[in-house]
T-cell receptor, first 112, second 113 residues
Framework: QKEVEQNSGPLSVPEGAIASLNCTYS??????FFWYRQYSGKSPELIMS????GDKEDGRFTAQLNKASQYVSLLIRDSQPSDSATYLC????????????FGKGTKLSVKP | GAGVSQSPSNKVTEKGKDVELRCDPI?????LYWYRQRLGQGLEFLIY????????KSGLPSDRFSAERTGESVSTLTIQRTQQEDSAVYLC???????????FGPGTRLTVL
């Protein structure tokens, strides 16, 4: 069974610190990986996608992928209170014909 | 461009009634997905449409749930004889392309009294 695991948190970091969110997945055939942010009462919003090993940076966000270890992470630099949300990791096992498997999410709280 | 839209945004119904939820995907997106999210819980996959292929219905929780999509356009999720445990936010997403990047609509909050 294909699974995506995340620590549910809550992860609490002070404002200005680096928040590190982690995700592991079960199937080595995974092809693409996504991080979504979900504010309370809102729908998930795509913030990062990554397809190959290594780092991908976009503003304050960096996604890191290690396919050998079946591990993907999201780093948020200079964390702001507005980053407080639940972060969902999603893995695509089936290419353009497949579905995403979502983790249950990590709740992040950034304290002023 | 326009994103995924869903209607209604909120729906309150009485136990035993049927409800229909609508999703308009992003234009040109070949795939459409329905999810359910109960309060404080993760996303629960319901059903997936890809072009003209037979839908993947593996996530539908019971035969009271069904969904239709005509071509690559609007989809309707129908819940018959609603129960209180059906109360949740129903999310629709659409995607296209090699990496299957999904974009979500705002959701429909269903409350069954």
């Amino acid at each position: 069974q294909k699974e995506v695991e995340q620590n549910s948190g809550p992860l609490s970091v002070p404002e200005g610190a680096i928040a590190s969110l982690n995700c592991t997945y079960s199937d080595r055939g995974s092809q693409s990986f996504f991080w979504y942010r979900q504010y309370s009462g809102k729908s998930p919003e795509l913030i990062m996608s990554i397809y190959s090993n290594g780092d991908k940076e976009d503003g304050r966000f960096t996604a890191q992928l290690n396919k050998a270890s079946q591990y993907v992470s999201l780093l948020i630099r200079d964390s702001q209170p507005s980053d407080s949300a639940t972060y969902l990791c999603a893995v695509n096992y089936g290419g353009s014909q497949g579905n995403l498997i979502f983790g249950k999410g990590t709740k992040l709280s950034v304290k002023p | 461009g326009a994103g995924v839209s869903q209607s209604p945004s909120n729906k309150v119904t009485e136990k035993g009634k049927d409800v229909e939820l609508r999703c308009d995907p992003i234009s040109g997106h070949t795939a459409l997905y329905w999810y359910r999210q109960r309060l404080g819980q993760g996303l629960e996959f319901l059903i997936y449409f890809q072009g003209n292929s037979a839908p993947d219905k593996s996530g539908l929780p019971s035969d009271r749930f069904s969904a239709e999509r005509t071509g690559e356009s609007v989809s309707t999720l129908t819940i018959q004889r609603t129960q209180q445990e059906d109360s949740a936010v129903y999310l629709c997403a659409s995607s296209s392309g090699t990496f299957n990047t999904q974009y979500f609509g705002p959701g429909t909050r269903l409350t069954v009294l």
